[in-house]
């Protein structure tokens, strides 16, 4: 069992920045991929990052790529997302999202992550 708390989110302007932490506790976080994903109102949740465990490689969604940057520190058991160059559209609840089990093919796909945290508020503004 593994147990999520993102932090992090809050109201920025068009072109800043900001960083979401996932806080992990439970079983050992560094056998576990870590995905981000967000929701904005009125739309499906979407893939944003992930990383995996062991070799750390890292994915990302097109919309994203370039602006955003994933990490893990797996002694201190946490994800971040670095969110640069913020944008209108960027706007929704991020979720960190863990599974030790999904791979490559399905690294995108939220059904196949099994723990997940309660979401953090990014809101970018003109």
């Known amino acids: 069992q593994v147990q999520l708390v993102e932090s992090g989110g809050g109201l920025v302007q068009a072109g800043g920045s900001l960083r979401l932490s996932c806080a992990a506790s439970?079983?050992?976080?560094?056998?576990?991929?870590m995905g981000w994903f967000r929701q904005a109102p009125g739309k499906e949740r979407e893939f944003v990052a992930a990383?995996?465990?062991?070799?750390?490689?890292?994915y990302y969604a097109d919309s994203v790529k370039g602006r955003f940057t994933i990490s893990r520190d797996n002694a201190r058991n946490t994800g971040y997302l670095q969110m640069n160059s913020l944008k209108l559209e960027d706007t929704a609840v991020y979720y960190c999202?863990?599974?030790?089990?999904?791979?490559?093919?399905?690294?995108?796909?939220?059904?196949?992550?099994?723990?997940w945290g309660q979401g953090t508020q990014v809101t970018v503004s003109s």
């Open positions: 439970g079983r050992s976080f560094s056998t576990y991929t």
């Open positions: 999202a863990a599974d030790r089990f999904v791979n490559g093919r399905s690294i995108d796909q939220g059904v196949k992550y099994d723990y």
């Open positions: 990383i995996t465990w062991g070799t750390s490689d890292t």
